[in-house]
């Protein structure tokens, strides 16, 4: 079941640069995202929100920030009140106890 789901751009941490990506939330606090919003497409990335910091950028506030031990990923929206949003739901997230095994392989363990 997903919390959110919806478009965004994605800070490519290779190239350094944003690209369009459509991003799910599911309900256990797995963050994933995809080239496109078709259900069999494939899973470019996915994180546990659980226990990582989550923050809007001061500076921008249609970025979100979700900071995990080894980099932080950077997700900005079309405006600030869709990032208010996703920043909401992922707070909500955050001070929980991350999941020992995630139903989906994360970058952050």
């Not at 640069?17 to 963050?31: C, N, T």
């Amino acid at each position: 079941m997903f919390l959110l789901l919806g478009f965004c751009q994605k800070l490519s941490n290779r190239k350094d640069e944003l690209e369009l990506r459509y991003v799910r939330l599911f309900a256990d606090g797995l963050l994933a995202w995809y080239k496109s919003e078709a259900d069999d497409a494939e899973c470019r990335g996915c994180i546990q929100v659980r226990g990582e910091r989550v923050a809007i950028n001061p500076n921008n506030s249609s970025e979100l920030w979700i900071e995990t031990k080894e980099r932080k990923f950077v997700f900005v929206f079309l405006d600030s009140y869709e990032a208010s949003e996703w920043n909401r739901a992922c707070s909500w997230h955050a001070p929980r106890k991350p999941m020992e095994n995630p139903v989906m392989s994360v970058r952050n363990k």
